[in-house]
Nanobody, 128 residues
């Protein structure tokens, strides 16, 4: 069982930066690949980034590649999303999530509805 709690969202101007954190509880955090997803009203949740259990392999959605960086600290049981050069189109609720026995590569292409664990989400609003 994994419980996830996101933090770090807020209001920022276009071009600014935010760092999201996702703190996990449970003894097996290091055995889960982790992902960040986002959702806007009326749209399905979409993949943003994923990271392997070791943190050495990462994947990004094309829309955020080169601007966002996912990382993790297994000792702190936390996964991060550094977001730079933010755009109004990045406005969304951001969720961290994971699925048992799923690689970061698979997380990139699977339907988010298949995730086993989600946090409560954190709102990111980018003003123009």
């Amino acid at each position: 069982q994994v419980q996830l709690v996101e933090s770090g969202g807020g209001l920022v101007q276009a071009g600014g930066s935010l760092r999201l954190s996702c703190a996990a509880s449970g003894r097996t955090f290091s055995s889960y690949a982790m992902g960040w997803f986002r959702q806007t009203p009326g749209k399905e949740r979409e993949f943003v980034a994923s990271i392997s259990t070791s943190g050495q392999v990462t994947y990004y959605a094309d829309a955020v590649k080169g601007r966002f960086t996912i990382s993790r600290d297994n000792a702190k049981k936390t996964v991060y999303l550094q977001m730079n050069s933010l755009e109004p189109e990045d406005t969304a609720v951001y969720y961290c999530g994971t699925r048992r026995d799923t690689t970061a590569q698979t997380m990139r292409i699977m339907s988010p509805s298949l995730a086993h664990y989600w946090g409560q989400g954190t709102q990111v609003t980018v003003s123009s």
